[in-house]
């Protein structure tokens, strides 16, 4: 542990990657429950996976940018903590899988000294900020939202109000009215607008996938930039205290906003911006270090050797750049999996001839920006030479899928391996959807949609199907009919059959060849609208049937053993069981951090973490009481009920007031003082009527 204090110069990561070190060792001697304990790890980038005894590690990436010097740096970690592969998410992370949790500490030490994070990867946090990939350089954008999506991303990473939120957070920036970045599937998303010639966004709340997916509500037409800050941080205060805490399917803001009402919803926003510290916080996007293309006189000669190729791929995979003499490479990159020994040469390869950095994609791809366009061809050979010259980025032979079965323990079926498998019939049996931007097909190995399967044309979703005789097997609900409508607007796919694995392939081609013969040029989204689900239902609905399935059938794609569903325990939302004398003692930690914020001055912080404290140590007493502790607010009005109104516990007033205080005042200095000297007295008193009850028991 020493040597983390000599390697890391910021003392915050350090003391975090200290505390991840020592939490380790106390649930490794059996003196931190394993729920808690998850709890904290998630919030580090520590996720646990379908093999036992390893962790796949999430490294941040905000809205995807990766410089060279970082891309190595993952490279290093990888080869030396796990197996050298990388693997790309929808969300623009990095993962890496087969990692000792013992090791976690120090592989995140050696990430920092390239600046990069394992901090709110996972957990019930704010979790990574995607933006469209090509901010900065999309020809259609009216700014790049490169700044404010870093802005918002530095402004609440280790923030205290969105560290132990009923469920994750996910936010978005789109560069443009064409909605790459999707708000319409986020719980916050922004869409970059200018009015009278001043800079700000459409902002959008409520979206998201699952297995109840929901298009999220217009929250403002307009704010200026200035104003995105304070507003998430509303939205995450108002989040924070009435989110659903105990039932993971309602943990998401989507069913905040559903079961309150959007009106509803923006009162308590605006009623919180009482205490906020900073009502504007101005970006200075001229401030942000933008990546500059190196200076290339010497244009290097190559030999194409199948220029037909050559060809091909300049039409499917040259994005057109707004720079003047540049564009970027789109690479596909199959199922979002490479390896270190590319990834290095790759960073070598754009530090030397383009702008020193990549992107990451939402369909798990890689955009090299400021290519001068005189070094397409060397950059091909070049890219050739690493097998990343596949035609058909972001058209429809590229499909997105999450790792499945393969790692996930929510995994119901292999998403990775009908995925290829698809893939194989669009490239042989359909070439010329090689070059089709309209279809978008995805898969995801369960319901909870990281494939992002219900937001695609065509989607295939891992389920598992029982035969008469009771026998299991693979199966893939087919949903068709979603897609992307732009400005914040979008329309998710209808579940049309489920059938066995196997046939997916042959569902695939049925829908295609439908669709070609009747479409008359119609997009895919359109076409599925005129005609219905029950359309579709009837073209594909004999793939159901279960009663004459073969040996094979039973075989899950990308597999050589007999089919077994097998579903662990989900970490995605990361949903702690809590005891009592844990409480108290993360109570008594929220205090001392309380009090540490508040002698650096950040009076904001320091009231939260106090308020934290407060609400934790109530909910120590109201979990003795095997009472429902759902949301904060539910908290606090319960603990007034059951302590205070029958004169159990006395507070001199109710807990209500006393709580509520965190909005009614602004973040003084004064009045974080006398807040976190309440947060102190009240915990002494839950803490001295809990063991006035436990003596009773005892005496009972």
């Known amino acids: 542990m020493q040597s983390f204090r000599t390697e890391i110069e910021n003392p915050v990561v350090e003391k975090d990657i200290i505390e991840l070190a020592n939490k380790i060792e106390l649930f490794n001697n059996g003196k931190i429950d394993e729920e808690k304990f998850r709890s904290l790890r998630l919030a580090r980038g520590v996720y646990g996976q379908r093999q036992e005894g390893v962790q796949m590690i999430r490294i941040k990436l905000p809205y995807g940018k990766v410089k060279s010097n970082q891309l190595r740096r993952i490279s290093e970690v ?31 030490a050696e990430l920092e000294r390239d600046d990069v994070t394992l901090r709110e990867a996972c957990g019930n946090t704010v979790r990574n900020v995607t933006a469209s990939e090509t901010a900065g350089i999309d020809v259609n954008e009216p700014f790049d939202v490169s700044p404010y999506a870093d ?8 923030n205290p ?20 970045g999707l708000s319409y599937m986020h719980d916050l998303g922004f869409i970059a607008k200018t009015k009278n010639g001043e800079r700000g966004f459409k902002v959008m709340i409520g979206g998201g996938l ?14 200026t930039t200035d104003k995105i800050i304070p507003i998430m941080e509303g939205v995450l205060r108002v989040f924070d205290r009435h989110g659903e805490r105990r039932s993971r399917a309602k943990a998401r803001m989507k069913f905040l906003i559903k079961d309150i009402g959007l009106e509803a919803f923006k009162v308590l926003v605006d009623e919180e911006q009482n205490a906020i510290e900073f009502k504007s916080v101005p970006i200075d996007a001229d401030a942000y270090e933008v990546s500059k293309p190196v200076e290339i006189t010497d244009i290097p000669s190559v030999d194409i050797k199948d220029q037909q190729a050559f060809e091909t791929w300049k039409s499917t995979n040259l994005i057109p750049q707004k720079q003047e003499g540049y564009v970027a490479i789109g690479i596909k990159v199959l199922l979002g999996d490479f390896y270190t020994d590319k990834a290095r040469l790759l960073a070598d390869l754009v530090e030397n001839y383009a702008a020193g950095e990549i992107r990451l994609t939402l369909r798990q791809n890689i955009v090299i920006p400021f290519v001068k366009r005189e070094l397409v061809p060397f950059f091909y050979n070049e890219l ?11 058209k429809a032979v590229d499909i997105t899928a999450c790792p499945g079965t393969d790692t996930c323990n929510l995994g119901i079926a292999s998403s990775t391996g009908i995925a290829n498998e698809l893939e194989r019939v669009i490239k042989t049996e359909y070439p010329h959807y090689l070059k089709n931007e309209d279809l978008v097909i995805k898969a995801s190995g369960c319901m909870n949609a990281c494939g992002q399967h219900n937001m695609a044309n065509i989607g295939f979703q891992g389920m598992s199907v029982r035969t008469p005789d009771k026998l299991v097997a693979p199966a893939l609900q087919v949903l068709l009919g979603g897609g992307n409508k732009g400005d914040g607007n979008g329309v998710f796919a209808d579940k049309v059959v489920k059938v066995p694995s196997k046939r997916g392939p042959e569902a695939l081609r049925r829908i295609l060849n439908d669709y070609e013969a009747n479409a008359n040029g ?3 989204v359109d076409y599925y609208k005129d005609k219905g689900e029950r359309y579709f239902y009837d073209i594909l609905q004999d793939l159901q049937d279960v009663t004459n399935l073969t040996q094979s059938d039973f075989i899950d794609w990308g597999n050589t053993e007999k089919y077994e569903k097998e579903i662990g325990v989900g970490e995605c939302a990361g949903v702690v069981i809590d005891l009592v004398a844990t409480l108290f003692l993360e109570s008594e930690e929220k205090i001392e951090n309380a009090k540490e914020a508040f002698s650096n001055n950040v009076y904001s912080s320091a009231i939260y973490h106090a308020y934290s404290s407060m609400v934790n140590s109530a909910k120590a007493l109201l979990l003795a009481e095997k009472k429902r502790t759902n949301t904060h607010a539910g908290i606090i009005s319960q603990f007034d ?3 205070v109104t029958t004169e159990k516990i006395d507070l001199g007033g109710s807990f209500s007031e006393l709580a509520y205080q965190i909005n009614k005042f602004s973040p003084s200095k004064e009045f974080a003082s006398s807040y976190i000297e309440n947060a102190s007295e009240f915990l ?7 063991a006035s009850e436990t003596t009773l028991e005892k005496a009972v």
Request: net charge negative; hydrophobic share 35%.
């Open 210 to 223: 699952g297995s109840q997916p929901r298009e999220a509500d217009v929250l403002y037409d307009f704010v």
């Open 522 to 524: 119609q997009k895919f």
């Open 384 to 394: 050739e030479k690493l097998g990343f010259v596949e035609a058909g980025y972001n």
């Open 151 to 158: 802005a918002l991303f530095r402004f609440f990473l280790r």
């Open 161 to 180: 109000i969105c560290q132990e939120m009923g469920r994750k957070f996910k936010v978005s920036f789109s560069s443009s009215d064409e909605d790459t």
């Open 641 to 643: 009920e059951l302590f």
């Open 78 to 108: 990888s080869d030396e903590y796990s197996r050298g592969r990388l693997h790309i998410t929808t969300r623009q992370d990095i993962q890496i899988h087969y990692v000792d949790l013992n090791r976690t500490p120090e592989l995140w």
């Open 684 to 690: 002494e008193k839950v803490r001295a009527f809990r």
